[in-house]
């Protein structure tokens, strides 16, 4: 419970018996008295008002006690969550770099990952990365198996990112930041070739350009 509800309940409790006090004294008047009765009975008028006030205030105290454990729980849930999607996500990311990194007789595929970043006409590209596009889908060729393994871990790493948590504002976290635009970077070359869904273009592009 923050300070400030705590010296707020203090206030309106002090409040309170002030305000008991003041209609006692104005209707009975201020005579000190040594008859336990009306001790008795002042105590009687203070305890039958003020003792379910303040069991009332218990009750709600308990209220909000189970309130914020419920809101620990759901948020621990919700972290738990989070860990294992952003586990998974590392190991994606894992398989994906040992993708990119691969060199088969005719490609490098960092090198044509570069290359597709470039915003340039077709026409205008190297002859290689030409003969690139012409064999990443064509069955039976050494770099249709590597675009076709990365395209199938791209969606899958598009799948995870929309279902991490975001942060409290609503962001992204740095490190989904970090695996976004880390992948991001294949994209254009996967786009190229055509293996990729629109929506996880989409999302990858928009995402990688906002942040």
């Known amino acids: 419970m923050s300070r400030s509800v705590i010296f707020t309940i203090l206030a309106l409790a002090s409040a309170l ?13 201020f005579q000190r008295s040594t008859d336990q009765a009306v001790w008795g009975a002042f105590g009687d008028y203070f305890g039958g008002i ?15 006690s189970l309130h914020l ?3 620990q729980l759901g948020q621990m849930a919700f972290d ?11 190991d994606i990311d894992s398989r994906l770099s040992e993708l990119a990194r691969t060199q088969t007789e005719s490609f490098d595929m960092l090198q044509i990952a570069s290359e597709a970043e470039r915003n340039v006409k077709i026409a205008d590209r190297p002859e290689l990365y030409k003969k690139f596009l012409r064999h990443a889908k064509e069955p039976g060729t050494d770099v249709e198996p590597i ?13 995870f990112l929309r279902r991490h948590p975001k942060n409290q504002n609503g962001g992204l976290s740095p490190v989904i930041e970090y695996y976004v635009v880390k992948t991001a970077r294949l994209v254009p070359m996967l786009d190229a070739v055509g293996t990729v ?15």
């Open 50 to 64: 003020l003792n379910p006030i303040f069991a009332l205030f218990a009750f709600l105290a308990v209220l909000w």
């Open 80 to 90: 738990k969550q989070g860990e294992e999607i952003l586990h998974v996500i590392k």
């Open 147 to 159: 675009i076709r393994n990365m395209s199938i871990q791209v969606e899958s790493m598009y799948g």
């Open 17 to 29: 018996l002030i305000s008991l006090l003041a209609v006692y004294l104005n209707t009975f008047g």
């Open 197 to 211: 869904s629109v929506d996880a273009i989409d999302y990858f592009k928009t995402t990688a350009k906002i942040l």
């Open 69 to 71: 454990q419920v809101k």
